[in-house]
């Protein structure tokens, strides 16, 4: 087994140590599981098609062509 040091920024750290437990890295000091919810927030993330989108952009259409009432 190869032993390296890396220096990663700390508003990077959980993130990359996450990354490195998935990949099997075993992690010097590290003895709980690496806090952090990254897997529940990519699975709530969601994927849009062109067909999802049209009718808000019909609808956003519809409300510029709204106009101030004249008196």
């Not at 920024?9 to 690496?34: A, E, M």
């Not at 919810?37 to 994927?47: A, T």
């Amino acid at each position: 087994m190869e032993k390296l040091t890396i220096h990663i920024p700390d508003t990077k750290s959980n993130i990359v140590k996450h990354i490195l437990h998935s990949l099997g890295v075993d992690i010097q000091g590290l003895k709980s599981p690496v806090k952090g919810n990254y897997k529940q927030k990519l699975v709530r993330v969601s994927e849009w098609s062109d067909e999802d989108v049209k009718p808000i952009e019909e609808s956003r259409k519809q409300f510029d062509n709204f106009g101030a009432e004249e008196w």
